[in-house]
């Protein structure tokens, strides 16, 4: 494994990276929480995470479906008042342009902020989800949450039920569509490109792992070490989404 450090070998690293990148036939990405770091939005885990702020039992779905009177007002501040206030960064519009120019050919997420889909990006595989929508457990209907009242809450379908965020809550199951399709890229990434995770939430975790079993080059992006780094990772860039992605495309 390559490590950056002083500021040459990063240098070296970078230029590493952007040569594989350039290279590769399937390039496929996969974001976690600290590409949008730089938008704002805290990461989940950590010493000033979303969880050590709220309570993650907002987010169990058997706590939500028993209690959605007192999980709606914490899920709105999170989720729709602070995330729907962050705009997508130099990192999200990185991948965009890398797919615009041919060379990324699968985005797999893990966030749920929708700042890839605001940036640009179309070939994006939403693993967890999503924010743009609330769904209705009882009729399956889904409803743009542009267009549904949150001064009310809990917001309510035709049918009465009360809407659940379209996104994965612990001790829900990953859509169908979005685990079959990130396996199949997975599978086929001759090159992933692994961004501001830390490669502990499974089994969204077990993609980067599966991509390096099968021979793939797995370069990663994070300020810190993650559960890849010193195990799958082979091109480690110890640097912020944002510096990371301009200097892997100012080296290209
Ligand atoms: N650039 C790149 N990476 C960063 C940055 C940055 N500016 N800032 C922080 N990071 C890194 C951290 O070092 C850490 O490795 O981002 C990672 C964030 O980790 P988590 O908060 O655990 O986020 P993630 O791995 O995406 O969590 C996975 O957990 O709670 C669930 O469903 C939720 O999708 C989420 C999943």
Known sequence: MESSGAPSETEATVAKAASVICAASHLVAFTGAGISAESGI???????????????????????????????????????????????????????????????????????????????SREVIEYHGNSRLLACPSCRKRFEVAKVDLTRLPPRCDCGAVLKPDFVFFGEAIPANALAASEEAARRADVMLVIGTTGEVYPAALLPREASRRGATIIEINPQESAYTGDITDIFVRLPAVTAMERILAAQ
């Open 42 to 120: 805290p990461p989940f885990r950590g010493d000033n995470g979303i969880w050590s702020r709220y309570d993650p039992k907002i987010l169990d779905i058997d706590y939500f479906n028993t209690n959605p009177a007192r999980c709606w007002p914490i899920i709105k501040e999170i989720f729709y008042d602070f995330f729907g206030a962050a705009k997508p960064n130099r990192a999200h519009l990185a991948l965009a342009e890398l797919e615009r120019d041919g060379l990324l050919s699968t985005l797999i997420t893990q966030n749920i902020d929708d700042l890839h889909y605001r940036a640009g």
